[in-house]
């Protein structure tokens, strides 16, 4: 996973391309047992892909109900690091 978001970054596939891993992606990782950790490094690429900011959202609203969940404080450090997303 990590190497596909990296490129991804780097290098923006085509938009159904995108649309389509983003999607299984947030799927994923908005699952209740996905563990945090994985959200604290995937958040900061994610900022910096297009549509990236809004699969950060997904993912988000439905985990941030989560009891000791360190999600909200790390994605509040990746948007103030994060370039803007190229659009």
Do not use: F, H, T
């Not at 993912?59 to 803007?84: C, D, G």
């Amino acid at each position: 996973m990590r190497p596909v978001l990296e490129v991804m970054a780097r290098r923006p596939p085509a938009e159904w391309v995108r649309e389509a891993y983003l999607d299984r992606l947030a799927d994923s990782l908005s699952n209740p047992n996905s563990p945090d950790e994985e959200l604290l490094w995937v958040a900061p690429l994610l900022l910096n892909i297009p549509d990236g900011p809004s699969v950060v959202g997904r993912i988000e609203e439905r985990k941030v109900s989560e009891r000791n969940s360190e999600l909200p404080q790390a994605l509040e450090r990746a948007r103030r690091q994060a370039k803007p997303a190229p659009r």
